[in-house]
């Protein structure tokens, strides 16, 4: 059978920009389809150090470090004791050969993410709505709303519409992490001087709640607040005063946001942290928020979608090269095995974040000099270092 494409990704967010241009420039046939316009707004707008090394293989990472984004040296915590505060300087990792991240607006990041997939070679169709997608044993059939395809292999990079963990209900919320974002874009946000301007600045809030603050390199900034999702049931006629609330309880936070000025309107993501049975088949396999999203604290998102796309090329070119399908020789149980250990170790830091004793927990751990070092490459996005010592203490 001539198929059309090798392989149709349905979302070009980071993850499937970055694995439609691994695959275009292997020379594998790649068709993207999108259903949203860009740009577009999202959230998740600071990436971590150690998504350099995908972004450098598929050649996107000169147009990142050409001073169109405010660099990212580290990430500061702030607590609710006027004064007190905890930094995270990347370059003391456990090596520092990964100094620095971007705060990126996603409107731009994605588009020129898209556009490099595009330069690389992959068919891009947008606005298109995929409505269907059925399985042979040798191929899948994707219907949108104006072309049917067929491929070798079909991607999930829906994100939080997850198409395969729609149609397998595979998909299930971690009512665990119940929580609500609130969000907004501000001017005239006051941040630090020098390498510290770029910081994302977390503060820890009362009641199991906190914030963000992520400065852009035109002069405005992205912040947030993160509550319980019990708590913002009686501020949902009116969370702006919600969010304003939980600025205040901030005295540090509280001066940082003194002088903003909102320049877009509040968005409300509620109930937002879920997981999946299974991220893959024989003909599809699911990558970034399509198979899981754990929490935005220490901004995971984007970094285990480009993370995940990066694994997923290597299955996917594998299966092509030997033309088999992605349960032949245990290639979904590694790739599976793969993403849930970056993201069980994610889920270890978040839990101590939403602990009672984060602050206490944190000041023991960045007073050790090799506790400190994992805990910033952790944060860094080196989960996959077995050699991590928090990993290897906590048997994660």
Known sequence: MDYDYDVVIIGAGPGGSTLASYLAQANYRTAILEKAEFPRFKIGESLLPYSREPLEEIGFWPKLNNDQYITKFGAKFLTQNEGECFRVNFSEGLT???????EVQREKFD????????SSGAS?????????VDFA??????QTNSRTLTSRFIVDASGRSGMMAQKHQTRHTDTSLSHTAIFSHFNQVARDDGELSGDIIVSVLEGISWSWVIPFRDGSSSAGVVVQSSEYRDFKSNPEQLFWNKISCCKDLQKIMSRAKQIRDFEVVSNYSYNCDSFSGKRWISIGDALGFIDPVFSSGVHLAICSAKFASGHLMKCLEKNT???SNNTTADYEHTIRKGMTRFRWAINLFYSNEFEKQMKRILKRENSRKSFTSLLAGDIWNDDNLLFRLNSI
């Open 111 to 118: 588009t020129q993410l898209l556009d490099h997939a595009v």
């Open 325 to 327: 399908n992605l349960e």
């Open 96 to 102: 520092d050969d990964h100094p620095h991240a971007y």
């Open 124 to 132: 891009l169709f947008q606005p298109e709505d995929v409505t269907a």
């Open 137 to 142: 044993d040798d191929y899948v059939t994707t």
